[in-house]
């Protein structure tokens, strides 16, 4: 994270701490809280308004710097071994996931075949781990970043392949709050690369919505798991009815786009030439 993030996160969190709205700041800076928003989503400060920030709030720069750094460091992503170490219990995964999703641990023993012990000494856990703060009276503070993820091809991702994902796809996404859309199509490079951003962001707003909606009571929810996925494919069948090229040197792209490799010219024999110069 960088020092303007950090700065930014500290001022966050130090206005909460004394009450200051959005909406007072802005009355106290004279700006309009739409303003004020935009200004802290997009971290884009200039020193005058900060100051101006800071005074509003009764802060000083060094006691937001020291703030900033005091502040527990979020966690972008699990280690190779802390992953693994969840997929080996699956009850200890359960915990976790519910953390991230902020279940109560009273309704989570509520559903599961938990018992609060139970649930406590798994929270014990993670906290361990750096993954969360144990609370009093079970309370949770989770310590991951609003853009944690599971490492690509890590433990859990090859878990949910393993044994997730056709239970996850075996439906008809026909109903409420369901939705599949399967698209094939050929992109430049170019192309491919600025869907792919999109597609970040696209899960980075389903991140915020889920920090927005943590603020409302746990029945007003619902578990939601959206699957973002994108490369170059060909279906088995359409694979299966692709020509051999025959022709040395030449390539050509499948319907994924990618190319494939030429067949390789066939070395001539140095006797093959000899013979045809002594026929000649």
Known sequence: MSSSMMLVDGLKRELKARGITYAELARRI???EASVKRMFAQRSFTLQRLDEVLAAAGLELLDLTRSAL??????????????????????????????????????????????????????????????????????????????????????????????AAADYLDAHFDGEGEMLRLVSVMLSPASTAALLERLRQVADDFSQQHQADARLPYEARQSMTFLLAARPWMPEAFAA?????????????????????????????PASSSARRSSR
């Open 241 to 269: 009815l692709r020509r051999e090229l025959n022709a040395p040197g030449q390539a050509a792209r499948d319907l994924t786009g990618a190319v494939r490799p030429a067949p390789a010219a066939a070395p001539r024999h």
């Open 30 to 32: 004279g700006m309009s």
């Open 70 to 163: 005091e502040a527990p460091r979020l966690i972008a992503q699990l280690s190779y071994a802390q992953e693994e170490e969840l997929i080996g219990d699956p009850k200890l995964l359960l915990v976790a996931v519910a953390a991230l999703n902020g279940v109560p641990v009273d309704e989570l023993v509520a559903m599961f075949a938990l018992t609060e012990a139970e649930t406590v000494k798994y929270l014990l856990r993670l906290d361990k781990i750096g993954f969360l703060v144990l609370k009093p009276n079970n309370r949770v503070k989770l310590l991951v970043a609003r853009t944690f993820d599971w490492i690509p091809d890590g433990p859990i991702q090859t878990w949910f392949r393993r044994e």
